[in-house]
């Protein structure tokens, strides 16, 4: 379970990069608006600081099961924090993905 938030992370982490590839060309065309590439930095940004905090606490979820599967505790508590954070992730995924288009619509108008 853990392996698919760690992939799920790293294609949000590609998708970040592709975006932040495609507000480089936004930025080096004329007549950007240089408001709005500065919003859909910052909602970038937040995304990636939003995306290392889930990684973290995957890894952290991640040793605390591997102790608790050592020591026999029980991991309910644990499963609900994963299917939480997997809710959490798919919703990043959905707004990395609205980002996406929006940014590829700006780019479409300015052509």
């Given at each position: 379970m853990?392996?698919?938030y760690s992939r799920k992370i790293e294609a949000q982490?590609?998708?970040i990069r592709v975006l932040n590839q495609?507000?480089?060309h936004q930025v080096n065309m004329t007549g950007a608006d240089p408001d709005y590439e500065g919003m859909l930095r910052k909602e970038n940004e937040g995304l990636k600081s939003e995306n290392t905090l889930?990684?973290?606490r995957v890894a952290e979820l991640s040793r605390e099961?591997?102790?608790?599967g050592r020591s026999g505790?029980?991991?309910d508590a644990l499963e609900t924090e994963c299917r939480r954070l997997r809710q959490e992730?798919?919703?990043k995924e959905r707004d990395l993905l609205k980002q996406g288009d929006q940014m590829r619509q700006l780019i479409s108008e300015k052509d």
């Open positions: 853990v392996d698919n982490e590609d998708t495609r507000l480089d889930m990684r973290d099961l591997d102790q608790g505790l029980p991991t992730l798919q919703e």
